[in-house]
């Protein structure tokens, strides 16, 4: 089992910035490839961003590219998501999530933070 427990989330105004961490446990946190998720309401869960279990790779929704970064430490098991530029759509509750290497979905997710940006 992995835990993943997410902070960072609050209330800022458009064009802020805010940072997200994700703390997990358990299981080998090397092990795991990494993604932020955000569900608006009434929208649907959307992917944001990604990483690969040894950051060689990252990946992006298109709607945050140059705004948001993801990066990770294994030494810390964290994995961290900076937004910057924050849009009033980016409001969403965000969740982490792990996916185990050669997995083809994820397996582990967080309880989310709360992100509102306000116009």
């Known amino acids: 089992q992995v835990q993943l427990v997410e902070s960072g989330g609050g209330l800022v105004q458009a064009g802020g910035s805010l940072r997200l961490t994700c703390a997990s446990s358990?299981?080998?946190?090397?092990?795991?490839?990494m993604g932020w998720f955000r569900q608006a309401p009434g929208k649907e869960r959307e992917f944001v961003a990604s990483?690969?279990?040894?950051?060689?790779?990252?990946s992006y929704v298109d709607s945050v590219k140059g705004r948001f970064t993801i990066s990770r430490d294994n030494a810390k098991n964290t994995v961290s998501l900076q937004m910057n530029s924050l849009k009033p759509e980016d409001t969403a509750v965000y969740y982490c999530?792990?996916?185990?290497?050669?997995?083809?979905?994820?397996?582990?997710w967080g309880q989310g933070t709360q992100v509102t940006v306000s116009s």
């Open positions: 999530a792990a996916r185990g290497r050669g997995r083809p979905s994820y397996d582990y």
């Open positions: 990483i690969t279990w040894s950051s060689g790779f990252t």
């Open positions: 358990g299981r080998t946190f090397s092990n795991y490839n």
